[in-house]
């Protein structure tokens, strides 16, 4: 008999061949997967960006993909697409607005009438700081020039502010990426909502203090600067910072080697720029084991309520443990003793960031994929954060929630490309590590494994051959499967029918390509973006919930 099976067959196709009857296209690696829809790649731009593109897609190629995917969903639905930018950028569950800012920028130059008014009635919700003005400044100029709509809207950020906010915004936000306060307030030529805001855009245009700045309670933060510039000693201005809460940003350079005036920093730090400056802190002697500084850093990162109330984005705090914990600046040469209260609440931080999340209670196999390709590229542009290290500590918090869990790292075996072709137990390591474990440890230990190529199938046949019995499968990866005999739902739709379990299969892509390896015909598979806040929520609620799919938002 000759086996036509062989070459097709709808239970078990080769990857590098489309599964007989669906829609399957094929992905950047020489594999097929399935297309995601354009409002899909949209959440995974505004989370995930594009900057430093994937092993197999440039940063350029992928920037214009994902650009043309926004272009596109603003002309199938500009208010959809405008809600989605707002919903993401507003609840803080990018790591950067970077993306949320591009796509406003474009949905106000590129979409219709009633777009183009929601997204500049939308701008301060997007764009909350001066750097995120500058920002948007900048994007628009690349679709269009400064039209009424523009300078009106311009104009309305600064003028909406309370006066004291806005002399905080423009004392600390002066100029980002060639733009300045005072290109702005010169091209959107706004009437000052009061005398405080005039004496205030008079001060960013000309840069002097107008007369009645002195005794105006909203200039007092450019007043004290101006003070700051003359102050002879560092008791001078320790006090001054923190009599008149000055920021960082706004004090001269030569005095932020002194830890008394980070000292007085701290006191009103907000919490991002707290993380930020960790390290420079610890160089400044301020925060050493022991030390009263350090206690008040960590109960801060160990606060769940102000954690929250910042949009702290677990992706910074991972970023930030990672730098923290080395004692080495990743571009500079500064070195520091990392202080272990300070990498421990980072550690807790983590966790914390992605908010509360109630347990499925379900058995799940938390599968990293640990392939050459995921080995490329960082996430959110963050140096050393490659998808696969930032999907082991992606997986981590899943693991914190539930308690039947197992995780498994997959690749090609030691012999071979990948997928079945290496020899011996095909391209699976089980790894013994546990929320438990310090969450910078996990991530060396992932790091640290072999590559190889990609089969997305393996976690499937794994639990299969070995009689694990899994209701929920986690696939963190990059989409980009190639090397199996078998494609990864035909894999999962074996192992139901032989552990007569109905597993379900969530896809967690950790990069902004446009893939899937769940077939979307599916009902017990389910594509969802890796480091969005939402996702171990959507995790849990979709392992708990019976027959379809839960609404995802």
Known sequence: MFKFTKFFSTKATSQDQPIPGTSQVPNSAGGYGWQLDDWA?????????????????????????????????????????????????HSGRAPKNDPAIFSLAMAAKLGDEATRRAAYAALPKVCRTGTHLMHFAEYAQGFGGWGRGMRKAVGSWFNDKPAEDLAFQLAKYQSRDGWSNRDLLRLAHPRAASPSHDRLFAWAVKGELPAGAESDPACQLIVAMTELKSAGDVHAVATLVRERRIPRECVPTEWLTRAEVWEALLEAMPMTAMIRNLATMTRAGLLVAGSSAAARVAAQLRDPQRLAKARVHPISVLSALMTYKSGRGVRGSGTWEPVASVVDALDAAFYASFGAIEPAGKRMLLALDVSGSMGSGAVSGIPSLTPRVASAAMALVTAATERDHTFIAFTAASGGYGGQWGGGQSGITTLPISPRQRLDDVVNAVAALPMGGTDCALPMIWAEQNRVDVDTFCIYTDNETWAGNVHPSQALRSYRDARGIPAKLVVVGMTSNGFSIADPNDAGMVDVVGFDTSTPPVIADFARASGSHPILS
């Open 41 to 89: 790649r949209l959440d995974r731009f505004l989370v995930l960006g594009s900057e430093g593109g994937t092993y197999y897609v440039g940063e350029r190629e992928l920037t214009i993909e994902n650009a043309s995917t926004v272009q596109r969903c603003l002309a199938a639905d500009g208010l959809r697409t405008l809600a989605r930018i707002v919903d993401i950028s």
